[in-house]
């Protein structure tokens, strides 16, 4: 995640344009060499009762074990579930799974209308792009996925004659402006240099002690601030001599040819596409050639800030058809009630799907995010064990299971656009996503989690999780990724940041990336349950307080 390359900004956590699954019936999947994993589960079996001491908490964590989570997270993480694609067969099979173990512990399904209770259904839209996309300047036409691709938006289902502006790096923020002389944008196709302007010793001028900015970290950050001005789409394009096109093209095509996903009224709005396109081709645009651009580059690292364009931008004839078709996906709900403030909701949430099938590869994601799932369920099953016990929480809980995170954080933003349970009555939200593995920067020390948003809207939630890490758990809580300028920008990408929108507070427990990072080998046998169990009884410390203390917690800050 730490890498610059823009292979590593495609293929990031959370990206709105990764790609949903081929159909499993059009792939030839193959065969992993582990032992075979019984698909159905048996139900879950208390394996310790609580202390009869006073420490109520502590003895309903400690039914949270390695065995009940290692056992749903192999029936979840199973090649027979196809790594969770959203709208595909593995990620309903894997929403019938939570959905039984809902009701086999007793919670209720909360959701009115549904053939199900326990699921909330939404209609999104596939897409994809289909034959026959080319650009042409002048005589000369460029190859899809040879000289270019794109990403997201609509694209041009008819041949379009472009007239790209040249927007320099496209960055805007204090003391530095590539839109500040270029007026309205609205309606424009700019055409715009990936990376970010560097110092005369070659570090990066908008970054934090020498560090890339979110400029440069991810292409994302552009594009958003072109949507935001109006643009009808953008070129990028990498003249870096490290960066290699064809090679990457090459790597990204099996993401590029897979469909994408989005709510079916948002595939009706217009959004930027982005284009990226080769050197040679970009040199083409700009009517220019690499020394030219070099100079011009050195001109805006010498004078610190944008300088005017030498370049005449050519004309491009553009098509890149796409084909669309609507599916059904679903969010999974089991609610506790509570007690005396029962109208309070506390939410525990994690994304239940993953990428599916990549070049006939499943892709399982035990990590990311099964153990998350597999954490609220065993959450689940010690708060409906207190609660049958005359121990039941104040504050009632939702255990909410989301999917099509890994498409946009898609599941979160519905359920939060269509709350069940209104979301001024709604507390906090306390989301798992990644916490049964180790990064590198914590290889070889204790056990830690990383803790990313508890200190954005509530002091007292941030307070709160120290001290009941400080009484029970006494892990390294690091809280890095809190700093605004994490290029990593790791709080904006989970399914607690929906919440966030909304100014209820928010704890995001993570343990970061590792090399197996959406890759097909986040496989159970890696997971470290014994840290997974301590992460997961953190968590239920952490909404234990929460659920029962006698205010709910304040909204007394807004850090970015």
């Known amino acids: ?153 609509n694209g041009f289902q008819q041949e379009t004659n472009v007239q790209p502006v040249f927007a320099g790096y496209g960055i805007e923020q204090d003391g530095y402006s590539d839109y500040a002389a270029m007026g309205d944008v609205k309606g424009k196709d700019l055409l715009i240099l990936l990376g970010e302007p560097q110092t005369d010793k070659g570090t990066a001028l908008l970054g934090k002690d020498g560090q890339n900015s979110k400029w440069g970290q991810d292409y994302r950050a552009k594009l958003t601030l072109a949507a935001q001005k109006g643009a009808r789409s953008v070129i990028f394009v990498d003249f870096n001599p490290n960066s290699n096109f064809e090679k990457l093209a090459a790597r990204m095509t099996p993401y590029i040819s897979r469909p994408s996903i989005a709510f079916k009224e948002a595939s009706q709005t217009t959004r930027p596409t982005a284009y990226f396109v080769s050197p040679a081709l970009g040199y083409k645009l700009l009517g220019t050639t690499a020394p030219a651009v070099t100079k011009y580059t050195a001109g805006v690292s010498k004078a610190a800030k944008p300088t005017a364009s030498p370049f005449k931008v050519a004309k491009v004839l553009v098509k890149a058809p796409k084909k669309t078709e609507d599916f059904t996906t679903e969010n999974v709900l089991g609610y506790l009630e509570g007690t005396d403030k029962k109208d309070e909701i506390m939410v525990l949430s994690a994304h239940y799907d993953h990428i599916g099938i990549i070049n006939g590869e499943v892709h399982n994601g035990a990590d990311d995010d099964g153990s998350g799932t597999v954490t609220v369920l065993e959450m689940a099953q010690a708060f409906v064990k207190a609660k049958a016990e005359g121990h039941g929480p104040r504050r009632s809980i939702l255990f909410l299971t989301v999917t099509g995170e890994e498409k946009g954080l898609l599941g979160s933003e519905y359920y939060t656009d269509h709350p069940i349970f209104p979301l001024a009555s709604t507390v906090v939200d306390l989301n798992t996503d990644m916490v049964g593995r180790t990064d590198k920067d914590h290889e070889g020390k204790g056990d830690y989690v990383y803790v990313i948003g508890s200190d954005k809207l509530s002091s007292e939630l941030h307070t709160i999780l120290q001290a009941q890490n400080e009484k029970y758990t006494k892990m390294d809580l690091d809280f890095r990724f809190n700093d605004p300028e994490d290029p990593n920008r790791f709080y904006y990408r989970s399914d607690h940041y929906n919440f966030a929108k909304h100014r209820i507070p928010v704890a995001f427990f993570f343990n970061g990336v590792h090399d197996d990072y959406h890759g097909a080998g986040d496989e159970v046998e890696k997971i470290e349950f014994p840290k997974m169990e301590k992460r997961a009884r953190l968590v239920f410390y952490t909404a234990w307080d929460l659920a029962n203390r006698d205010q709910r917690i304040v909204v007394d800050s807004n850090k970015k």
């Open 1 to 153: 995640m730490n890498k610059t390359s823009l292979l590593t900004w495609l293929l990031a956590a959370g990206v709105a344009t990764a790609a949903v699954a081929q159909a499993p019936e059009k792939i030839k999947v193959k065969t992993k060499r582990k032992a075979k994993t019984e698909v159905t589960a048996t139900p879950v079996m208390e394996t310790a009762a609580p202390a009869p001491a006073t420490d109520l908490p502590q003895g309903y964590a400690e039914t949270i074990t390695q065995a009940d989570l290692r056992q749903h997270l192999t029936v979840l993480a199973s090649d027979a579930y196809e790594g969770r694609e959203t709208g595909e067969k593995g990620q309903k099979m894997a929403a019938d799974y939570i959905a039984k173990q809902f009701a086999d512990l007793g919670l209720k399904g909360p959701v009115t209308g549904s053939d199900n209770p326990y699921l909330q259904h939404f209609t999104m839209v596939r897409s994809s792009w289909a034959d026959g996309a080319t650009m042409k300047i002048g005589p000369t036409s460029y190859k899809w996925l040879t000289d270019f691709y794109a990403l997201g938006g």
